[in-house]
């Protein structure tokens, strides 16, 4: 077949979509499996930092600290960063920017806007609410009174949730090779064991408080994906500002 005119395929045709109501949202989120198994881990968590777990926090918190003096400078310059927000943040958004520009969608930066600020609240509101002494203050209760804010850890959430949306999103949008995928998770599970040992090393978390972060980070890395499952794909497409422009005639293809 031949044509006769110029091929001009036209501007993009972006279908109605609905979406679900916040009941929906709600018995999706609810009737998560992982989902219900990481929120009740992170309950038994918190109630075993409460008390049972003290022997365990106090033993690692008073264990000798080798090389003190030599290191502890570049251990809170450097690998005690890794997983802080001034490091995480960036990489989680140039990854989500770039997967934005390449498919001409809102959604990774709406995913890791999404489930940054929820895991953030999340912990903010349990670190207000406990109000557990730090550990160099080698008191583990809780309730130590206002600006006592170590449990769960921010550090432990951010190494879980902000390089668990970046490795999703990458499997999300096809952007890796399996291989690649499998590397990129043994360095997140790198990172967060490499701050976990840190932190408890400089006496900036009691140990639970770690394991309660990465759990709340897990937590909340499924909810938004589970969120992700459930809202319909194409609506941003609208809204992306390179989208809808018409390309230059293309000429007749036979």
């Known amino acids: 077949m031949v044509r006769t005119t110029v091929y ?132 583990p209760d809780f309730f130590a009174g206002p600006g006592n804010v170590a449990f769960p850890s921010g550090h432990g959430a951010n190494a879980i949730l902000i390089y668990g949306l970046v490795l999703f999103l990458i499997i999300r949008f096809g952007a890796a090779r399996p291989h690649i995928i499998r590397r990129l998770a043994y360095c997140i599970v790198g990172i967060a064991l490499l701050q976990s040992t840190v932190s408890v090393y400089l006496h900036f978390h009691w140990f639970t408080d770690l394991v309660a972060g990465m759990i709340a980070g897990g937590f909340a890395l499924r909810v938004t994906i589970r969120l992700d499952r459930m809202f319909p794909h194409g609506r941003t497409t609208e809204w992306w500002p390179w989208y809808g422009r018409r390309q230059e005639s293309l000429p007749a293809k036979s």
């Open 8 to 139: 001009d395929p036209g501007p993009p045709v972006v279908r109605a979509v609905r979406w679900p109501s916040v009941s929906e949202i709600a018995w999706g989120v609810a009737s998560d499996r992982v989902a219900i198994m990481l929120a009740v881990a992170l309950i038994v968590m918190t109630m075993l930092a409460a008390g049972p777990l003290h022997p365990v926090d106090n033993f690692l918190n008073e264990l000798p600290r080798p090389y003190w003096d030599r290191i502890r400078d570049f251990l809170i310059l450097w690998p005690d960063t890794v997983a802080s927000r001034a490091v995480a943040l960036p990489v989680l958004g140039v990854t989500a920017l770039q997967l934005a520009y390449w498919h001409r969608s809102w959604r990774p930066m709406v995913l890791s806007a999404v489930g940054v600020v929820g895991m953030m609240s999340m912990v903010s509101v349990m670190k207000l609410a406990i109000n557990r002494g730090h550990a160099k203050h080698f008191n």
